[in-house]
Nanobody, 121 residues
Framework: QVQLVESGGGLVQPGGSLRLSCAAS????????MDWYRQAPGKQRELVAT???????NYADSVKGRFTISRDNAKNTAYLQMNSLKPEDTAVYSC???????????????WGQGTQVTVSS
């Protein structure tokens, strides 16, 4: 049974920091590209950051320079370090995994349940 479980969300003041974690189980974590998405009420879901199975990263322009995505394959965990937080960063942040296989042998992608991040003074 594949599970992605996010943690680390909460309430923080503008300019503050949070680190989100995404703990994976039931999967060969190292072969998955890992993403963080976010969705605010009334807005489309936005891809925030990606880290591939090889360690390459990419960020949305809105978070570049402030957020850092990382992974620890030994712990089957992906992270999103969020610094210099702004009110517009307020959203539910969700972890997403997508395998790197050349063939389809299962669902191939999985979602966590999400964790709320609120940036407010």
């Amino acid at each position: 049974q594949v599970q992605l479980v996010e943690s680390g969300g909460g309430l923080v003041q503008p300019g503050g920091s949070l680190r989100l974690s995404c703990a994976a189980s039931g999967m060969i974590f190292r072969i998955y590209n890992m993403d963080w998405y976010r969705q605010a009420p009334g807005k489309q879901r936005e891809l925030v950051a990606t880290i591939t199975s090889r360690g390459s990263t990419n960020y949305a322009d809105s978070v570049k320079g402030r957020f850092t995505i990382s992974r620890d394959n030994a712990k089957n965990t992906a992270y999103l370090q969020m610094n210099s937080l702004k009110p517009e960063d307020t959203a539910v942040y969700s972890c997403h995994a997508h395998d790197t296989l050349a063939i389809r042998i299962g669902p191939g992608e999985y979602w966590g349940q999400g964790t709320q991040v609120t940036v407010s003074s």
